[in-house]
């Protein structure tokens, strides 16, 4: 079983507040005569108040192509990795050479040699660091990195692994795609990392919850409602507007089946952790899971600070949720949905 020793996020510094970042996207993507009415509908509704960006905003018009806006990925996923891991590490009182194992999630941006190869040596990681770089995961990458890395420790319970996600979502920016998916992904998405640390049981652990468990759920002939288009210009968005229904019909039976095997009951969980995916699939996640009315307020209070920030958003609502300190003993569940389509659920006991 591995425990979380601490959880650490890392925001670029650019903020914008929603309405700053709708008149740029304005300014940049819709024609000079254009009805601006859909588009402030789509940012108001998407109950999103700041986003952080890699860029400031006034550079985002001057990005030539896929290869420039992957150049600027490389550098900002690199900086705010390494910040992230390194505020990590330091929180959980371990140093660099501590780690065995980091995985890497990422799906924003392409690099070869990946992520975690570039910071190993920047940060002092050790020669030997089992890597395990993971990419199309989408916003449900926060989740299985966290159960891969489990997976890890529970056959290496003397190992401590970092995860690591970045995800810079204002790169893939298409100017030229007027699209409903791209309107609102330009109304959900910003940019960020988090790392977790986690000790397996041998190891020194951390006050952290333990992971108890976790599934993978894939429902099928639903690949096509969530991911990207890659295309000359980089990658496209892919939002089906019928994400909700999917949730809807599938999470419940899947969460019960899940907690079932474990003796538990969605009424027994205290703390649900949950990407914050946008109001329409937290309305559908709250609506199937008959949840109370304040079970995920600190997902929507994530929403509402930062955005969606892919699959690094359901770390930054664990963060929040450890500093709540829900009772001892008590179990929680982390929730994450993306491209696939899929969900990914793991079980924690605090």
């Known amino acids: 079983m591995a425990r979380i020793a601490a959880v650490h996020g890392a925001l670029p510094p650019y903020r914008y507040a929603q309405g700053e ?47 420039a806006a992957n150049d600027r990925y490389l550098a900002a996923a690199l900086d705010l990795g390494a910040e992230a891991i390194c505020g990590a590490l330091k929180a959980a009182g371990l140093a660099p ?61 003397d190992h401590v692994a970092v995860l690591l996600s970045v995800e810079l979502c204002s790169l893939t920016l298409q100017r030229d795609d007027l699209s409903p998916a791209n309107l609102v992904a330009a109304a959900l998405f910003g940019d960020g990392a988090a790392a977790v640390v986690a000790c397996g049981d ?3 652990p951390g006050p952290g919850p333990a992971v108890v468990a976790s599934r993978s759920r894939l429902y099928p002939c639903s690949e096509g409602v969530m991911g990207w288009r890659v295309t000359g210009s980089g990658f496209r968005v892919v939002l089906d507007a019928g994400i909700p229904d999917l949730v809807r019909a599938n999470l419940a039976g899947d969460v019960r089946r899940f907690l079932g095997e474990h003796g538990l009951t969605i009424g027994d969980i205290t703390a649900w952790v949950c990407h914050p995916g946008g109001p329409k699939v937290l309305d559908a996640v709250a609506e199937a899971l008959a949840l109370p009315e304040d079970a995920l307020d ?16 359901v770390l930054f609502a664990l963060r929040d949720t450890l500093a709540r300190r829900p009772p001892p003993g008590s179990p929680g569940l982390l929730i994450a949905m993306g491209p696939g389509f899929c969900s990914e659920l793991v079980l924690l006991r605090w």
Do not use: K
């Open 21 to 67: 970042i709708t008149a740029a996207f304005a300014r940049m993507c819709l024609p000079p005569d254009a009805d601006r009415g859909f588009l402030d509908r789509l940012h108001r509704n998407a109950r999103v108040a700041h986003r952080h960006l890699a860029l400031p905003l006034e550079e985002y018009g001057a990005l030539d192509g896929f290869g």
């Open 97 to 157: 050479g501590d780690v065995d194992m980091i995985a890497c999630v990422s799906t924003t941006g392409v690099a070869t040699p990946s992520l975690d190869a570039r910071l190993a040596g920047r940060l002092g990681l050790r020669e030997d660091v089992t890597r395990l770089p993971l990419f199309g995961l989408g916003c449900a990458g926060g989740a299985a990195g966290l159960a891969r890395v489990h997976d890890h420790l529970r056959g290496h319970p």
């Open 202 to 204: 041998a190891a020194a």
């Open 298 to 313: 600190v997902t929507w209070r994530t929403l509402a600070e930062i955005g969606n920030v892919s699959s690094a958003s």
